[in-house]
């Protein structure tokens, strides 16, 4: 399709998607326009990534399942709590590169795309990781051995700066609009079985080490081997993510022009001072939605096990096994709650996950300190309701709020900056509140407090189940649901051809998609 010079108008002052006026005078959406992503390529390109996104979880789990042994390796010679606040800040301060691995890496993969960058970070994370499991201990240089530890986890954390990011946003693109809940949150399905599969390693290696060298063998030297394991992992992980294409929606966008910076076009590429003029209504929300759902995810994951150990009183194995079968029942359930989001929308269910979180926390930890096994196992689970609510809708909600030719960019500036601030920090900070106060609730509030923040945030945030993204054209299953599109679009309020790049026909010969009718 050629350009028609009609169709078109000089762009107006920048405003927000909901009031500013169109670039373009609106045309008629035509069958060619609307994009076939066929379900095959729909499952190599979500396998892809989810792969990638499991390596990528499975690293920071390890972490957080070995914290307390962490503790007595890198800080040998500190009392006890301050050692696990030290080992906590391990993981507190790749977070806080997260937001500089975002602001790198995200508007790179709005300019040359989102399949070459995934692959840089899955490349990274797996080098770093592997790099932990050779590091010297505090016993053979003293306290200096925490200095690499923290530099490698620093790396993994610029390089989380754009995989989470990059990964959502990949998703979404290429996933059809009415399945987008249910296909994207495949993702964090990868994500939380790669937190279970940290924590079994964790497990079975405390279990063989302790077995052949008795009670001290993980200090000695069975901690590096989860580290080491992630080396062959990552190794299969970069050749799933060198198998997956680049996504539809970015190839529409690139042909379009959309991808060329106009700092005047809501709907065009923008560094970051571009995507805070533009958005920063979206990033509030986005953030306020990441903080929510990270505090109580990393909670329920990277925390609980040193949670556990040092408030209930359990062992390191039986506190690393608990979550195990609570997080594959999580996993489970999320493309559920994905597919729900997708029938009733986005903001029903995260209005349902921000009760659930006032309801839930206080009496799930009330629950967990009785120390049996039912009690961590039912308190654990009440945990996981609201993480699941909250997560399952999140890969395709969060890319939506954002145009197409800045979505990454903003969505790793958005999101990075909100778990690295809120989220990531949960395990140090709700520690640091326990020993201030010596109340061992105060993760449970801690947790409610962004849960609140969220609901608020969700009630100014436009629904997006089942629209076409913001910036992209439509995009189907099958031909016929394109000709229906088509033939109800006058009708249909889900359908605005103005915020579309409808100047420049799809590449038909990428390969990775094809237009309707073809």
Not at 177 to 203: K, Q
């Amino acid at each position: 399709m050629s350009v028609n010079p009609s169709s078109t108008q000089p762009p107006g002052p920048a405003t927000t998607p909901s009031t500013r006026k169109p670039r373009r005078q609106p045309r008629r959406l035509k069958v060619d326009d609307v994009l076939v992503v066929k379900r095959s390529r729909i499952r190599t390109a979500i396998s892809g990534t989810v792969v990638g996104n499991f390596m990528e979880w499975f690293d920071f789990g390890i972490y957080g399942y070995l914290a307390v042994t962490m503790t007595a390796v890198f800080t040998e010679g500190l009392p006890r709590e301050a050692g696990l606040l030290v080992t906590l800040f391990g993981f507190a301060v790749s977070f806080l590169v997260r937001p500089l691995g975002g602001a790198v890496l995200g508007p790179i993969g709005d300019r040359i795309g989102r399949q070459k960058v995934l692959f840089l970070t899955m490349a990274i994370m797996a080098a770093s990781t592997a790099l932990i499991g050779v590091l010297p201990t505090a016993a053979q240089i003293g306290l200096w051995a925490i200095i690499p530890l923290y530099l490698l986890k620093m790396v993994q954390g610029f390089s989380t700066g754009g995989e989470y990011a990059g990964a959502t946003t990949y998703v979404a693109e290429f996933s059809p609009d009415r399945r987008r809940g249910f296909w994207s949150s495949w993702l964090d399905s990868g994500s939380y079985l790669g937190f279970a599969a940290g924590a079994s390693t964790v497990a079975l290696t405390t279990l063989a080490v302790e077995s052949i060298s008795g009670p001290g063998a993980m200090v000695e030297y069975g901690w590096r081997i989860p580290f080491l394991v992630a080396l062959p992992l990552g190794i299969v992980a970069i050749w799933f993510r060198l198998r997956i294409p680049e996504t539809p929606a970015y190839e529409v966008a690139e042909n379009a022009g959309e991808t060329e910076i106009d700092e005047q076009d809501p709907l065009s590429r923008h560094g970051i001072v571009g995507i805070f003029r533009h958005y920063w209504r979206q990033m509030l929300i986005a953030m306020a939605i990441v903080a929510a759902t990270n505090s109580a995810g990393y909670a329920l994951t990277s925390y609980m096990p040193a949670y556990l150990e040092n408030e209930v009183g359990v062992s390191n194995l039986v506190a690393a096994m608990a979550t195990v079968p609570v997080l594959i029942v999580l996993s489970a359930c999320l493309p559920l709650v994905g597919r729900l989001s997708d029938r009733v929308g986005r903001k029903p269910v995260y209005l349902t996950a921000s009760v659930a979180t006032l309801v839930l926390m206080v009496p799930a930890f009330a629950i967990m300190q009785l120390g049996e096994a039912w009690a961590i196992l039912l308190a654990l689970t009440m945990t996981m309701l609201p993480v699941a609510l909250w997560v399952g809708p999140s890969a395709a909600a969060l890319p939506a709020l954002f145009p197409t030719a800045s979505r990454f960019g903003a969505m790793a500036i958005a999101y990075n900056l909100s778990v690295s601030l809120f989220g990531g920090t949960t395990p140090l900070f709700s520690e640091a509140l326990i020993q201030l106060t010596g109340n061992a609730f105060m993760p449970a509030f801690y947790i409610m407090f962004f849960g609140l923040v969220a609901g608020l945030a969700v009630l100014t945030m436009k629904e997006s189940a089942r629209r076409p993204l913001l910036g992209s054209v439509p995009a189907v299953e099958t031909k016929a649901e394109a000709a229906e599109i088509v033939a109800r679009q006058d009708e249909d309020p889900l359908i605005d051809t103005s915020t579309m790049p409808l100047d420049v026909l799809p590449d038909a010969g990428a390969g990775q998609h094809e237009p309707a009718g073809v």
